[in-house]
């Protein structure tokens, strides 16, 4: 497998229900991002959470990082048809190697039915 | 969330021809970042920018291609010339250093004919 890779592919929920997706990767890690792209548009940044930390909540967000195994996960609470996007997880390589080559996943595109 | 744009939103151009895509600046952010993705593909890094040099490049980033801020302020991707694999959405990131959270632009649609 490759670094930041998203699991499930794909994900279909009613709206009002929790949205989990998970990223693993290989290498050791600075930081990790999570980003949401809406079809056909930009990248929007999400949450940042750095190796050193194992939480972070944002709003509806919560991000956990658990880098025993390398492991991270996007938890969306109470989740809105607006949440319907694909989400990417990419990896900061620990500083002073290839630092700013952030690797992405390939993504997870979650569909919130109305 | 710092607003990054970029210019223009969508390019048709011919095989072999150059293509310059801009990216506009904030003024606090010092680092500088070009991705591409081609359509369903993954986002991949192409280059890193900081002080008016390169800091780090992808495999992809190879001779074709160049970056730079030709006068101070926009920051610019240059494709030499394209070929038809080109044809992607071109995404430029800011970050205010190296580590901390990317802002990225809506991107530019190339197209290669």
């Known amino acids: 497998s490759q670094q930041g890779e998203e699991d499930p592919q794909a994900l279909s929920i009613q709206e009002g229900e929790n949205a989990t997706m998970n990223c693993s990767y290989k290498t050791s890690i600075n930081n990790l991002q999570w980003y949401r792209q809406n079809s056909g548009r930009g990248l929007v940044h999400l949450i940042l959470i750095r190796s050193n930390e194992r939480e972070k909540h944002s709003g509806r967000l919560r991000v956990t990082l658990d880098t025993s195994k390398k492991s991270s996960s996007l938890l969306i609470t109470a989740s809105r048809a607006a949440d319907t996007a694909s989400y990417f997880c990419?990896?900061?390589?620990?500083?002073?190697?290839?630092?700013?080559?952030?690797?992405f996943g390939d993504g997870t595109t979650l569909t919130v039915k109305p | 969330e710092p607003e990054v744009t970029q210019t223009p939103s969508h390019q048709v151009t011919q095989m072999g021809q150059e293509v310059i895509l801009r990216c506009v600046p904030i003024?606090?952010?010092?680092?500088f970042y070009w991705y591409r993705q081609i359509l369903g593909q993954k986002v991949e890094f192409l280059v890193s920018f900081y002080n008016n040099e390169i800091s780090e490049k992808s495999e992809i980033f190879d001779d074709q291609f160049s970056v730079e801020r030709p006068d101070g302020s926009n920051f610019t991707l240059k494709i030499r010339s394209t070929k038809l694999e080109d044809s992607a959405m071109y995404f430029c990131a800011r970050s205010t250093g190296l580590g901390y959270e990317q802002y990225f632009g809506p991107g530019t649609r190339l197209t290669v004919t």
């Open positions: 990419a990896t900061d390589p620990i500083a002073g190697t290839n630092a700013g080559k952030s690797t």
């Open positions: 003024s606090n952010h010092l680092y």
